[in-house]
């Protein structure tokens, strides 16, 4: 009867416990003062990631023909001569045809005019929003609106400006705390570069080694998936290393001496794990701290470190598979946790996880469903790793195939009514005051019909728990919690919601609604009694 009593006052007690031992430390001792001996190491390696941009960033991608109208659109209709189209803000990009004497297809020639000095315009949108680092699709001289076609990596195209606007739009990220990422494609250049020209119709060329050429090729030489426009580089000519990423002057460093603080690479496992490691030294040198990301459709465990980190498609096929209902929350958790243990936490936590970008179908065209899609957004902002937002996602644009998610951006949907937008920034801001979401150790937690995993520091007031259930029905789970200094009976509080469950003897029973995430903290209210008061 004793026991039974204790447990009732205490379970009241906790309900609105105050973690302080000091006031106004919101749920958290004096830092360090009572600390163990595994929050003292844990401490030290959160101060390193902490330090690294590259960790836990908020990324926003933009694509600069499509994301901001310029000042002036009249005066820059000379630079998309026929058969390039310049189409009105409003219109819908849709698939053409093919035009021969161009190359390419009608679509990859269409554009709406945007260009750096518009995208600029806009950083107080992105900084607001609460990005970290804006990641650029192409923008080196290419005759396509998309650029994967380079002419001259050495300067900018012309539809969006010079170098110098280049230089202007870093310091001014640079100036806001923000980053710059590039979009580095080297495995092949466009049909009109001139290095190209030159080697397929001279024998003698000085960049005829730059490239395959040869009778063996249906095209006289090879081309990426066979694509004409999309001539593959020989970069296992040391010439072409030179240029592309040895120099002090090539393409990979001299842009991250102009103010970029790193590449994304366009199909990176093509390039192999030997280039790849040597072009991350290479831009380490010419920027240390910088950051050199693959676009690899890969399983991420071996690539690095040749590369910093890879873009995440492996977690996202995961995660839109639970979103769809395709498999079950422990099965996910099993797969998630062996890619991090086979990966390393570290490299994880520099990846991107991307959901959609201009090589896929857009969220909401992928998961139509409200629900579904909140619940992957989700576990894009929970899961170790950098949330990859690509523009208008937080907008709910939508988008089918190339190149219908290629809309231009609708400034129109950027209203306080949009509930995606709002639900979007609630996410960002959910995930910029978390430091354990940010940088914190992830540790999965047993259950069969839910994911369920923990982030943490070096902090008990920071543990974060998600519960997922991807089901379509309620799903009751009691799952283990593996946060030793969590009190009987101290209460979690979803971050998203007002639900709330305790924890008893280092477990949680909770009843997850169907296609719902839980964020879970520990819940404190002013009282008197502070059962942590001696727990960091």
């Not at 000379?78 to 058969?83: A, I, Q, R």
């Not at 009105?88 to 990009?93: G, H, T």
């Not at 899961?383 to 951006?409: F, H, I, T």
């Not at 379509?472 to 919601?497: A, Y």
Request: hydrophobic share 40%.
């Amino acid at each position: 009867m004793k026991k039974l009593l204790l447990c009732g006052v205490v379970s009241g007690l906790l309900c609105t416990a105050a973690m302080a031992a000091e006031p106004g430390t919101n749920g958290m001792a004096e830092p360090g003062k009572y600390a163990n001996r595994y929050d003292l190491r844990r401490a030290e390696t959160l101060a390193q990631r902490a330090a690294d941009w590259r960790k836990g960033a908020i990324v926003y991608q933009v694509f600069v023909d499509r994301f901001a109208p310029p000042a002036d659109l009249d005066a820059k209709r000379d630079l998309y001569p026929p058969p390039k189209r310049l189409r009105a803000w409003d219109d819908k990009p849709v698939r053409g045809e093919f035009v021969p004497e161009a190359g390419v297809w009608s679509h990859e020639i269409d554009f709406w005019g945007g260009d750096l000095a518009s995208l600029a315009d806009k950083l107080d949108y992105i900084q607001d929003l609460g990005a970290d680092v804006v990641y650029l699709n192409p923008i080196c001289q290419a005759y396509t609106n998309h650029k994967y076609d380079a002419e001259n990596y050495f300067e900018i195209s012309r539809e969006y400006g010079t170098r110098e606007d280049f230089r202007k739009l870093a310091d001014k990220l640079h100036h806001r705390g923000m980053h710059l990422v590039l979009d580095g494609v080297f495995n092949h250049v466009g049909s009109k570069c001139q290095w190209f020209i030159d080697a397929l119709g001279n024998p003698d060329s000085k960049w005829r080694d730059w490239f395959f050429i040869g009778d063996r090729y249906d095209k006289g030489y090879r081309a990426w998936f066979n694509v004409e426009n999309l001539p593959e580089l020989r970069m296992e000519n040391p010439a072409v290393q030179a240029r592309i990423f040895r120099d002090p002057d090539s393409v990979v460093q001299g842009y991250l001496r102009d103010g970029a603080d790193g590449w994304r690479l366009d199909v990176a496992p093509d390039l192999g794990f030997n280039i790849l490691g040597d072009l991350t030294l290479a831009a380490h040198t010419a920027r240390p701290g910088s950051l050199v990301i693959g676009e690899n459709w890969n399983y991420p465990e071996e690539w690095m470190p040749s590369l910093d980190a890879v873009l995440n498609f492996h977690f996202r096929q995961i995660i839109l598979a639970l979103a769809e209902g395709k498999m079950s929350g422990g099965h996910a958790g099993r797969m998630i946790a062996q890619a991090i243990d086979d990966a390393g936490l570290e490299a994880i936590l520099r990846c991107w996880i991307v959901l959609d970008n201009h090589d896929t179908p857009r969220l909401r065209h992928q998961l139509p469903q409200q629900e579904a899609r909140r619940f992957a957004q989700v576990l894009q902002f929970t899961l170790p790793g950098s949330p990859d937002l690509y523009y208008g996602v937080e907008l709910g644009m939508d988008g089918g195939d190339d190149p219908e998610q290629r809309g231009p951006m609708r400034w129109d949907l950027v209203t306080d009514d949009n509930a995606e937008l709002q639900w979007t920034r609630r996410l960002i801001n959910m995930r910029r005051a978390d430091r354990a979401l940010k940088i914190g150790d992830f540790r999965l937690l047993d259950s069969e019909k839910l994911l369920a995993f923990e982030r943490r520091t070096d902090r008990m007031a920071e543990t974060t728990i998600v519960l997922a259930n991807p089901t379509d029905k309620p799903v009751t789970e009691i799952v283990p919690v593996r946060e030793s200094k969590f009190m009987n009976w101290q209460p979690l509080r979803d971050q998203l919601s007002d639900a709330q469950v305790s924890v008893i003897c280092g477990t949680i029973e909770a009843t997850v609604p169907p296609r719902t995430a839980w964020v879970l903290r520990a819940a404190f209210d002013n009282n008197e009694y502070d059962p942590n008061k001696r727990v960091q």
